[in-house]
């Protein structure tokens, strides 16, 4: 039967956890990760989300199945490792999003508490555009994430959800703290409101590319593709490439040095991100069996140079 | 490090060679006037002026890097050239030679640039000259840190006496906590790369 092939799994001691079980191939051109973990699902009643398989080369635990189209054989190994506790990509992008949404507001409302020793101070108009600009920063990256994001990983482990809303809350907290302080030595307006439009137009280009990303495949399909038009012409994640511009450019619109801060380490993850998502990339679309080849010219995150 | 052929075979490498001499010619006479400028007002703002001229002629090797004239890469060459002018033109002022410790300041400034630049433009007109090679490789290794310190005090300086470039001069200290140990350590590389090439011919 060409739709279904008998493999064995194993956990980590060696010991058999299901033999000869029987993978389907749920749709026509090769197995999934899915087909493996509805195969053991269906002798092992677990959270599907928590399966993870290694393949198996020479009786010694090799590569981790990652999402999407896998190579299985008759008679394969799989190693089974059990995750720890999952989370919804979905949500933690709500938890970790939502405090810097309402972290200026907060800091607003509790000034008086915050800062004493000053007297009620009305924020100037360079601070409500500050104020403005970050939080519909983050009001944006809620609506991204109701209904623009596609997540191919359908969770992530727990902890990552403490990891992720410190970093995000703490710095927009921090940001906050200095940039609608009273003592806020203020920019210029005119540079304030300069910088604030070259903001809101990364921002736009930032979700044009989330768009253009969510929009890459058909509903239910893994495979990978090559994103195409717009800046991914130029880096493979243009995505990452506005949100740090937008980023340092909040910074000059500020000038608060914690938003640097706050720049330089989201810039320092995500060139870690785009550098692994480049070479990923490149090796599956190396041009060979058919497959397209990666674009030569096409840059990490910096249009020719990096 | 940039490297440049100085044989002058095309326009590209008459024009080199031109940029080189004229460099070098304009850093030693500021290498001259820096002397007596350690007591005297007039000449310092002289040597201000002309290490002004300086940078702002060496901004062409920006688009030197870029045109692959020279083997340098653009975002180094942007960084060295701008933050040279930024210093010379934001941080140090003509009122710096009248004030004591600003005078000293912009001394040892002007003499690391114009000493450093010396030996770095010395080394592309006279290439093939042993001296002006080991200067080139080991001269950085005093005159470097003296600029990089004499940068800071200058920055410092106009940090605390310019209310309004007070938010640029933080940025520049940002910047250079992290592109001066970097560069240091990567001319001492190239230093132990070029020493390594030289021990079989010196046996």
């Known amino acids: 039967n060409n739709n279904m092939v008998s493999v064995n799994i194993i956990d980590r001691r060696g010991n058999f956890l299901a033999q000869n079980l029987n993978v389907v191939k749920s749709r026509g051109s ?26 198996m080369k020479g009786g010694k635990r090799s590569k981790g199945l990652r999402p999407g189209d896998i190579t299985i054989n008759e008679g394969d190994e799989f190693e089974f490792k059990k995750l720890g506790i999952q989370i919804g990509y979905r949500t933690v992008f709500y938890i970790e999003y939502f405090v810097p949404m309402v972290a200026f507001p907060i800091i607003y409302l509790l000034r008086n508490y915050i800062y004493p020793g000053y ?40 902890m990552n959800v403490f990891k992720n809303s410190s970093y995000y809350w703490g710095y927009a907290f921090l940001c906050g703290y200095f940039v609608l302080a009273p003592y806020y030595s203020s920019p210029s307006l005119r540079s304030t409101v300069f910088f604030a439009i070259l903001f809101l137009i990364c921002m736009f280009c930032n979700g044009y590319c989330h768009y253009i990303l ?78 397209e080849k990666y674009p030569r010219n096409r840059k990490i995150l910096i249009p020719f140079v990096v | 490090m940039s490297t440049q052929n100085i044989s002058p075979q095309s326009s ?43 940078q702002l002629i060496a901004l062409s090797e920006i688009y030197q890097a870029y045109a692959r004239l020279i083997k340098s890469s653009i975002p180094i060459q942007i960084a060295q050239n701008l933050g040279r002018c930024f210093v010379i033109f934001c941080a140090v002022s003509q009122a710096d030679a009248f004030s004591h410790f ?69 940025l520049f200290m940002v910047i250079v906590t992290v592109a001066y140990p970097t560069l240091y350590m990567y001319m001492l590389k190239q230093r132990a790369k070029r020493n390594k090439r030289m021990k079989p011919e010196a046996r």
């Open chain 2, 102 to 170: 600003r005078h000293i300041a912009v001394w040892m400034l002007l003499f690391a640039w114009g000493l450093g630049d010396v030996i770095r433009y010395a080394f592309y007109v006279f290439k093939g000259s042993k001296v002006a090679e080991m200067l080139r490789f080991n001269g950085f290794i005093v005159l470097y840190p003296l600029g990089m310190i004499s940068e800071v005090l200058c920055v410092i300086n106009a940090w605390w006496y310019h209310e309004r470039m007070a938010f640029w001069m933080k």
């Open chain 2, 12 to 54: 590209q490498q008459k024009y080199l060679h031109l940029h080189a001499l004229t460099l070098f010619t304009l850093s030693l006479i500021l290498t001259i006037l820096i002397i007596p400028a350690s007591r005297s007002h007039s000449y310092l703002s002289l040597c201000i002026n002309l290490s002004r001229l300086s």
């Open chain 1, 119 to 158: 007297q009620s101070q009305p924020l100037t108009t360079v601070q409500w555009i500050h104020f403005w600009i970050h939080t519909l920063h983050f009001v944006k990256r809620e609506l991204e994430s109701m209904f623009v994001h596609k997540f191919s990983n359908g969770t992530m482990p727990l």
């Open chain 1, 214 to 291: 969510a929009n890459l495949r058909k509903p239910g399909d893994k495979n990978k593709y090559i994103p195409r038009g717009f800046a991914f012409e130029y880096v493979t994640c243009p995505n990452y490439s506005f949100e740090i511009l937008a980023w340092i450019l909040y910074f000059f619109q500020t000038r608060s040095f914690m938003v640097l801060a706050f720049a330089l380490t989201g810039a320092g993850q995500m060139f870690v991100w785009a550098k692994g998502k480049h070479i990923n990339l490149k090796k599956l679309f190396n041009g060979e069996n058919g497959k």
């Open chain 1, 30 to 55: 090769s197995y999934t990760l899915d087909d493996l973990r509805n195969a053991l699902y269906s002798v092992k009643k677990m959270d599907k989300n928590r399966m993870f398989f290694y393949s």
